[in-house]
């Protein structure tokens, strides 16, 4: 069973930057895909970015630019680097991980709690 602890969000002006952690534990890290995903209050869970085993990312063309995942399997932690944020980046922020997985929710297998990140304008 693998657990995930989020840290790093907070409220922050537009323009401004934020990094977000997820620390895991119980499960073999370096072979996980990991994710981000957001929901904002009234909508759906979004994706946001996915990095591979291997170490390949994607994500969608609303962050392309100003997001960057990364991990460091040394530490079994993921980050979110969030750079040029706007108000519309206003949402809970989530770490999902699974065996496999692209862009889906319903692919991951374990959530983290969640942290909020606000932006004002």
């Known amino acids: 069973q693998v657990q995930l602890v989020e840290s790093g969000g907070g409220l922050v002006q537009a323009g401004g930057s934020l990094r977000l952690s997820c620390a895991a534990s119980?499960?073999?890290?370096?072979?996980?895909?990991m994710a981000w995903f957001r929901q904002a209050p009234g909508k759906e869970r979004e994706f946001v970015a996915r990095?591979?085993?291997?170490?390949?990312?994607t994500s969608p063309d609303s962050v392309k630019g100003r997001f960057t995942i990364s991990r460091d399997n040394a530490k079994n932690t993921v980050y979110l680097q969030m750079n040029s944020l706007e108000p519309e980046d206003t949402a809970v922020y989530y770490c999902?991980?699974?065996?496999?997985?692209?862009?889906?929710?319903?692919?991951?297998?374990?959530w983290g709690q969640g942290t909020q990140v606000t932006v004002s304008s």
């Open positions: 990095i591979s085993a291997s170490g390949s990312t």
């Open positions: 119980g499960g073999a890290f370096s072979s996980l895909v």
């Open positions: 999902a991980a699974a065996n496999y997985a692209r862009a889906n929710p319903r692919s991951y297998d374990y």
